[in-house]
């Protein structure tokens, strides 16, 4: 039996190693015929060591990296060859495979960098953060109340773009000698600037609900995922009614971990299947494609799990409720919005209809959700997160110039502690 294994685990590894192989050679066939740029050109990167799987990182910066590239441009430094192929494929700033740490040499060699912006926290972040005269600032790839949003990675990071207020009161609290107001920058979200995807669907008068889990994780700290739990339950509750729409929007990664928790989702995906075949004009959607923003502007309420998804929906203004882990180890950060939320309890999973028509009438919890937007975003009027996102950058960049004009000479290198303070303040 160990041999048999053994075998099975050999032959796993030689095929991603061929898989991995192929990709590279695609990625280089496609590089070697797109657009070339000359040296010098880039002065923003974004740095990405990640594979496909964890695209959904990426996506959601397309567009505000293509308005921001209007005023510098921008490139992603790839570091896997299936993420490269990804972004080459997708609506993507421009691309640069840099494998190894020689190719990343030759690239920041070639190129005036001088700010890298990271959207997770890929220990190979660290193979980028050797380089110095540049800024190196996490941008995060959504917000949220998982410990994720208050490691102690954040420290190696020269600055750290945020989107509110509730992030700057979360760092605070947990990270020792972490000067948060220093090291912040509150952006809001651009993101929700730049909503995209069309209605794969006709409207009607059917209330449409928006179930968007995680995946099931990877230690129990981090079991927020509902699709076993509660998934099933609601998702076929709302099937029944005739009068609902499910949009069904899993974590990409959810059953990598769990059996059993990939099971329960691919028996969703196949009752939307069956509901639909049975009343075509329902339209249920299982959702799956790159695109987020249609989802979040489209549904009456929405469910989700403990994750970014929270939060990419508190910004649209709308009700949502959050599942309550079944799983009494999961960490629930209950300083924030998960301490006012809209819980679902497992139980309560199979009274969601009830539940949905609630929120939807209830107006107190419709002024808490309008408080809480404004504690995690601020100003959520269209147009100023991204005019926020510019002028972080703008203001980094100014900076930048500040310390290149110290080093050649021009301005004093020991500036006072007042003129160092003003000059953070602004930021």
Same mark, same amino acid.
């Given at each position: 039996?160990?041999?048999?294994?053994?075998?099975? &685990?050999?032959?796993?590894?030689?095929?991603?190693?061929?898989?991995?192989?192929?990709?590279?050679?695609?990625?280089?066939?496609?590089?070697?015929?797109?657009?070339?740029?000359?040296?010098?050109?880039? &002065?923003?990167?974004?740095?990405?060591?990640?594979?496909?799987?964890?695209?959904?990182?990426? @996506?959601?910066?397309?567009?505000?990296?293509?308005?921001?590239?209007?005023?510098?441009?921008?490139?992603?430094?790839?570091?896997?060859?299936?993420?490269?192929?990804?972004?080459?494929?997708?609506?993507?700033?421009? !691309?640069?495979?840099?494998?190894?740490?020689? /190719?990343?040499?030759?690239?920041?060699?070639e190129h005036d960098i001088r700010i890298?912006?990271? %959207? /997770?926290?890929?220990?190979? /972040?660290?193979?980028?953060? @050797?380089?110095?005269?540049?800024?190196?600032?996490?941008?995060?790839?959504?917000?949220?109340?998982?410990?994720?949003?208050?490691?102690?990675?954040? &420290?190696?990071?020269?600055?750290?773009?945020?989107?509110?207020?509730?992030?700057? *009161?979360?760092?605070?609290?947990?990270?020792?000698?972490?000067?948060?107001?220093?090291?912040?920058?509150?952006?809001?979200?651009?993101?929700?600037?730049?909503?995209?995807?069309?209605?794969?669907?006709?409207?009607?008068?059917?209330?449409? %609900?928006?179930?968007?889990?995680?995946?099931?994780? *990877?230690?129990?700290?981090?079991?927020?995922?509902?699709?076993?739990?509660?998934?099933? @339950?609601?998702?076929?509750?709302?099937?029944?009614?005739?009068s609902h729409r499910v949009i069904y929007?899993?974590?990409?990664?959810?059953?990598?971990?769990?059996?059993?928790?990939?099971?329960?989702?691919?028996?969703?995906?196949?009752?939307?299947?069956?509901? /639909?075949?049975?009343?075509? @004009?329902?339209?249920?959607?299982?959702?799956?494609?790159?695109?987020?923003?249609?989802?979040?502007?489209?549904?009456? !309420?929405?469910?989700?799990?403990?994750?970014?998804?929270?939060?990419?929906?508190?910004?649209?203004?709308?009700?949502?409720?959050?599942?309550?882990?079944?799983?009494?180890?999961?960490?629930?950060?209950?300083?924030?919005?998960?301490?006012?939320?809209?819980?679902?309890?497992?139980?309560?999973?199979?009274?969601?209809?009830?539940?949905?028509?609630?929120?939807?009438?209830?107006?107190?919890?419709?002024?808490?959700?309008?408080?809480?937007?404004?504690?995690?975003?601020?100003?959520?009027?269209?147009?100023?997160?991204?005019?926020?996102?510019?002028?972080?950058?703008?203001?980094?960049?100014?900076?930048?110039?500040?310390?290149?004009?110290?080093?050649?000479?021009?301005?004093?290198? *020991?500036?006072?502690?007042?003129?160092?303070?003003?000059?953070?303040?602004?930021?």
């Amino acid at each position: 039996m160990g041999a048999f294994s053994d075998a099975k &685990k050999a032959y796993r590894l030689l095929k991603r190693a061929v898989a991995s192989r192929t990709a590279v050679q695609r990625v280089r066939r496609s590089l070697a015929v797109s657009e070339q740029f000359p040296e010098g050109h880039f &002065k923003i990167a974004v740095y990405f060591a990640d594979g496909a799987v964890n695209m959904y990182q990426m @996506r959601q910066w397309y567009r505000p990296l293509a308005e921001l590239s209007k005023r510098w441009p921008v490139v992603v430094l790839a570091r896997q060859a299936t993420g490269a192929e990804k972004l080459l494929a997708e609506d993507a700033p421009p !691309v640069a495979f840099v494998p190894t740490v020689r /190719n990343l040499e030759k690239f920041v060699a070639e190129h005036d960098i001088r700010i890298v912006l990271y %959207v /997770n926290q890929n220990t190979r /972040n660290f193979q980028m953060f @050797r380089y110095g005269r540049r800024w190196h600032v996490f941008i995060n790839h959504g917000e949220s109340d998982k410990m994720y949003m208050t490691t102690n990675q954040y &420290k190696a990071y020269d600055y750290a773009m945020v989107a509110g207020q509730a992030a700057r *009161d979360r760092l605070s609290r947990t990270l020792w000698a972490y000067d948060v107001d220093r090291r912040t920058i509150e952006i809001g979200r651009p993101q929700a600037d730049h909503y995209s995807g069309e209605l794969p669907y006709a409207p009607d008068d059917r209330t449409v %609900v928006l179930y968007a889990p995680t995946w099931e994780g *990877d230690r129990p700290s981090a079991h927020y995922g509902s699709i076993a739990t509660h998934g099933e @339950r609601l998702v076929s509750a709302l099937l029944a009614t005739g009068s609902h729409r499910v949009i069904y929007r899993p974590h990409p990664r959810s059953g990598v971990v769990d059996h059993d928790y990939g099971a329960a989702h691919r028996r969703i995906i196949a009752a939307i299947a069956a509901a /639909n075949a049975t009343d075509p @004009r329902a339209q249920h959607v299982y959702d799956d494609g790159p695109e987020l923003g249609w989802q979040l502007s489209a549904a009456d !309420v929405a469910v989700v799990d403990i994750s970014a998804m929270v939060y990419d929906r508190l910004a649209s203004g709308k009700p949502l409720m959050i599942t309550r882990p079944a799983d009494e180890r999961a960490s629930i950060d209950t300083t924030g919005y998960l301490s006012d939320c809209e819980w679902l309890t497992a139980d309560a999973a199979a009274d969601i209809v009830a539940e949905v028509e609630r929120v939807r009438a209830d107006d107190a919890a419709i002024a808490r959700l309008r408080m809480w937007v404004q504690h995690y975003f601020g100003d959520t009027t269209p147009g100023v997160a991204t005019a926020k996102f510019h002028a972080g950058i703008e203001q980094l960049m100014a900076k930048w110039d500040d310390w290149e004009a110290h080093e050649m000479g021009a301005v004093r290198p *020991d500036l006072d502690d007042d003129d160092e303070e003003g000059d953070e303040e602004e930021i």
